[in-house]
């Protein structure tokens, strides 16, 4: 069975430019979870959909993030635009509706905003 | 302060050695808790679950303090590949929030 995946690996953009990251979680699972760790700070949760909708966004820094995750499938984080403290790692994570708190990690999305 | 507190280490083992973990966490409403391992410029993955009868697997043995509001990670017989950042993570909010601890770094020595 294949993992979460993310896509890109790397992206150095920028301040000012727009970023926009994609995870695709492990198939059937309808929980899709965004994290981010900047360097140096713990993992902070970012936002959680269950299928399409959005459950909690409280963790979205500002406005400038944008989560979609249409059809309820794959997701994608936009930064527009970016700035300096946006740089760290974005996880992804999903989980199945009957075990949703084993959570399964994608390998991370490295930014870096100059 | 944070929600969930680690001691960041690192500590530093030989192979063989035993090795404690401590984590305390201060909201009272968190309901499941869970060590997990990630290893450098990697994911975090599931090491696993904590609960207050405590369990074990393998080497690896996790205790739940509710009243203390402390978790505990204990490994046994330290092997090289151990090395890695261990941390303590916290759900609550009906399991959707999860709170992550900083991490303590683990470096085991031949």
């Known amino acids: 069975e294949a993992g979460v995946t993310q896509f890109p690996s790397h992206s150095v953009i920028e301040k000012g430019q727009t970023v926009t990251l994609r995870c695709d979680p492990i198939?059937?699972?309808?929980?899709l979870y965004w994290y981010r760790r900047v360097m140096g700070k713990e993992i902070k949760f970012l936002l959680h959909f269950v299928k399409e909708s959005k459950q909690d966004e409280s963790g979205m820094p500002n406005n400038r993030f944008l989560a979609e995750r249409t059809g309820g499938t794959y997701s994608t984080l936009k930064v527009q635009p970016a700035e300096l403290e946006d740089s760290g790692v974005y996880f992804c994570?999903?989980?199945?509706?009957?075990?949703?708190?084993?959570?399964?990690f994608g390998p991370g999305t490295r930014l870096l905003v100059l | 302060r944070k929600e969930v507190e680690q001691d960041p280490g690192p500590f530093n083992v030989p192979e063989g050695a035993t090795v404690a973990f401590n984590c305390t966490y201060s909201n009272s409403a968190s309901q499941s808790f869970f060590w997990y391992r990630q290893d450098c410029r990697k994911e975090p993955k599931l090491l696993m679950s904590?609960?207050?009868s405590g369990n074990e697997d393998g080497r690896f043995t996790a205790q739940l303090n509710r009243a203390s509001q402390y978790i505990s990670l204990l490994i046994r017989d330290s092997k090289l590949s151990d090395s890695a950042t261990y941390l303590c993570v916290v759900n609550r909010d009906g399991g959707f929030k999860t709170i992550f601890g900083a991490g303590t770094r683990l470096f085991v020595k031949a």
């Open positions: 994570a999903s989980s199945q509706d009957r075990d949703r708190e084993t959570q399964y």
């Open positions: 904590v609960y207050s």
């Open positions: 198939s059937g699972h309808d929980n």
